[in-house]
């Protein structure tokens, strides 16, 4: 048994009905974040880095969401 390990943690959920999924894209730099954007408020909250279409299927299989029903914000 090692002394430091990595602990897997699921990843909060986030109610349909106030969060919704987006890909937020930098105009400059052309970087995507993917997101969910609280409907009532408008604030986002970044969760992970895409940098592949890989990063985008993982996130969409972890979060339950499809990547064609994800709007783009800049």
């Not at 390990?5 to 987006?22: G, K, N, W």
């Amino acid at each position: 048994m090692s002394l430091f390990h990595r602990r897997e943690s699921a990843p909060p959920l986030y109610p349909p009905e106030e969060y919704e999924p987006v890909l937020r894209s930098s105009i400059c730099t052309g970087e995507k974040t993917a997101c969910m954007r609280n409907r009532a408020t408008g604030k986002i909250l970044e969760l992970q880095l895409i940098r592949s279409r890989r990063d985008l299927e993982d996130f969409c299989r972890t979060y339950g969401v499809k990547a064609e029903e994800m709007k783009t914000v800049y």
